[in-house]
């Protein structure tokens, strides 16, 4: 069969990341949840599993939006008004939110992250399914399959409150929703990863073979919503399932964007934290992201003593209004960036940066998809 009717396997970053960032991050949460009990992992995150997968990959991913921003002064300078912009525009809805009510800052905070999350996913598969020129058949089912995989669970969640967990904090998510919904949600979760997985199967018996990559994409983000909602029974099992998927990916996105950036000559004095590899890059963003939690347990939490001291700075309620949003702004900003950030199509060098160009036998759709992130539907979707 001819190459323009099988997909080829179009890689994102080349079989061997593509597999450890994906399927690894995946088998990793699974591995860990399975063997909480041995590790005394059963019930609230232990400290050390906080620090390695709240801080060093959830908080931490966050700031890796740096090296496609604010470390960069070329860029800055090339859309300086979204810059400004985007940290003023988010820090004051969070003012306004959090001085409507504390409960309606952490829920309007809450569901802008489960949809980051959700749309996140969808852009890695949307990516993957145009790298391979798929059909617009293939390509909605897809985006369904995964909407499927993300939504179904959340659904359910919503559906069976109070759980063991929360996004962020008690109450996050809105309660009530009655428990047949959260049914009927599972059954046509179901029912649309079924005709995904079957029209998977058609290729295969067609003799058209299977984009790998995209297919565990789609596997590891089911299991890990699956897992992570339905089936887990304790703030870590939640934890560890809802982290991993999401931030690992990202660290290989923007570790894979600063080195093609730090060839054109980018990041002036920053440079040698890209030159230093892997251990440069994630070594100042494990700093930023353990002071960013400090300033939250100092300020706000008062919980982790044992790791960041005693703090006797208790600001007044009005207060807090000013200081909680400051302190989540890194990760609001990232929240809105991505929605602008990774539009290859508005930007043709950002394909050249991550080594996705024209003729790498991938496909040239990809200039047309968005990477990661807040896509906005309709502009590059």
């Not at 994630?282 to 008062?302: C, I, K, M, N, S």
């Not at 040239?364 to 590059?380: D, E, N």
């Amino acid at each position: 069969m001819s190459r323009l009717l099988a997909p080829s396997q179009a890689w994102l970053f080349g079989r061997g990341v593509d597999l450890a960032v994906f399927a690894g991050s995946a088998l990793a949460s699974v591995g860990l949840v399975l063997a909480a009990s041995a590790l005394g992992l059963v019930g609230d995150t232990p400290l050390w599993a906080w620090v390695l997968l709240v801080v060093c990959v959830d908080v931490a991913h966050v700031w890796s939006t740096l090296f496609r921003t604010y470390f960069d002064g070329e860029e800055l300078r090339r859309r300086p008004g979204l810059y400004l912009a985007a940290p003023l525009v988010a820090y004051l809805l969070g003012v306004l939110a959090y001085l409507g009510s504390p409960g309606t800052f952490w829920r309007l905070f809450a569901y802008t992250a489960l949809f980051h999350f959700v749309r996140q996913q969808y852009g890695w598969v949307a990516l993957y399914g145009r790298k391979a020129r798929v059909s617009d058949t293939e390509r909605r089912l897809d985006g369904a399959a995964i909407y499927a995989a993300t939504l179904g669970p959340v659904l359910w969640w919503h559906a069976n409150l109070p759980r063991d967990f929360w996004w962020f904090v008690e109450n996050d998510f809105v309660s009530g929703l009655p428990s047949w919904v959260g049914t009927g949600a599972l059954v046509l979760h179901g029912l649309v990863l079924v005709a995904w997985a079957g029209f998977q199967g058609t290729r295969l018996v067609r003799g058209e073979g299977l984009q790998v990559g995209k297919v565990l994409l789609v596997l590891a983000t089911w299991v890990v919503w699956y897992g992570g909602i339905v089936l887990a029974r304790s703030d870590f099992a939640f934890t560890v399932m809802n982290v991993l998927l999401h931030g690992v990916p990202y660290f290989a996105l923007l570790f894979r964007y600063a080195r093609g950036r730090l060839a054109e000559g980018g990041y002036g004095g920053l440079a040698p934290l890209v030159r230093a590899g892997l251990p440069g890059f994630l070594g100042v963003l494990f700093v930023l992201a353990l002071g960013e939690e400090l300033l939250w347990d100092w300020l706000v939490w008062h919980e982790r003593s044992s790791l960041f001291g005693e703090s006797a700075l208790v600001p007044p309620a009005d207060l807090l209004a000013l200081v909680v949003p400051l302190l989540a702004l890194p990760q609001a900003t990232h929240y809105l960036l991505d929605a602008f950030i990774w539009k290859p199509g508005r930007e043709p060098a950002l394909l050249k940066r991550l080594g996705w160009t024209r003729g790498e036998g991938e496909g040239s759709p990809a200039s047309t998809a968005p990477i990661s992130g807040l896509a906005i539907p309709g502009v590059t979707d």
